[in-house]
């Protein structure tokens, strides 16, 4: 800021040259001096005037001096916030993972105490677990895959248990899985006998279900009477559980009778099954 006047020559030259920086430190300087000198009567005006004019500012410059800490203080809030909610999630991740593997445990368990009713054969033969782990699609070839394969003791032909009931036998092994056919597969041929009547018949499978053939003409059968593994066949042994008798099919002039079987086993509710293998 230049502040001119006019000299004893006539021309115009400058008295005072200041800066706006200047000027505001002055005034800074005046509102400190009026301050200090509140005392004094005669600086008391003085004094009024500068505080009506620095308040506003020196309330806001007050507020932000004291919110500036509260600012940072809920910045770091907010972190540890975000960081105990991380923490709690993965715990929960955690537990989830747990509670799955528990009911898994648990059904596993429920599996082994129904098929612990299984009576084995005199022979000496032993269960081995084995979890389904894929399922034919086609309802012509009815075939599951197995866990457990010729390290485990499974061989070709064994048995194959679910809930009590013959369900299969193993076709083809590996060195940790196999391949067992079900028994309505059309590839599944199985002598048995119908428990009250006594009556032997072929079991097979096929698309139509499951059918005992080749039953005597003469012989009296009974509706729900349960059929069971005759032990004719080595590797079947005696008085497995197949199914029941759901009707007869064949007709009175033909000579021999055909019944179908009813299966209580669903093979899709299935997750584990036993093979029933050597000592």
């Known amino acids: ?25 002055g005034f800074v300087l005046l509102a400190i001096f009026g301050l200090v000198s509140n005392e004094f009567h005669f ?36 972190g540890k916030l975000i960081n105990e909610n991380e923490k709690l999630k993965n715990e929960n991740y955690d537990l989830l993972g747990e509670v799955a593997r528990l009911k898994e445990v648990e059904k596993e368990n429920q599996t082994l105490k129904q098929e612990m009713q299984i009576k084995i054969d005199p022979h000496g033969r032993g269960l081995i677990v084995a979890k389904i782990v894929a399922k034919s699609p086609s309802s012509f070839n009815q075939t599951i895959f197995l866990s457990a394969g010729e390290k485990q003791g499974v061989k070709v032909n064994d048995p194959v248990i679910g809930r009590s009931h013959l369900i299969g036998k193993i076709e083809k092994v590996n060195q940790n899985s196999s391949q067992a056919i079900l028994i309505n597969n059309h590839r599944f041929l199985m002598p048995v006998i119908l428990s009250e009547s006594r009556a032997l018949g072929l079991m097979r499978g096929g698309l139509d279900g499951v059918v005992v053939e080749q039953i005597p003409a003469d012989q009296e059968i009974n509706i729900g009477e349960q059929i069971i593994t005759s032990g004719i ?11 029941s008798v759901a009707e007869k099919i064949s007709g009175d002039s033909e ?25």
């Open 1 to 25: 800021m230049r502040i001119l006047y006019l000299s004893d020559d006539g021309l115009i030259r400058p008295l005072i040259y200041m800066s706006k920086y200047k000027i505001s430190f």
């Open 43 to 78: 600086f008391r005006n003085t004094v009024v005037l500068t505080r009506q004019i620095l308040s506003p500012f020196s309330t806001r410059a007050i507020s932000r001096s004291q919110s500036l800490p509260n600012f940072f203080n809920n910045i770091l809030e907010i």
């Open 233 to 243: 066949s080595e590797d079947f042994p005696y008085s497995f559980l197949v199914g």
């Open 255 to 279: 000579i021999s009778q055909t019944v179908l079987v009813s299966q209580p086993i669903k093979i899709n509710e299935l997750e584990t099954v036993f093979v029933l293998g050597e000592k």
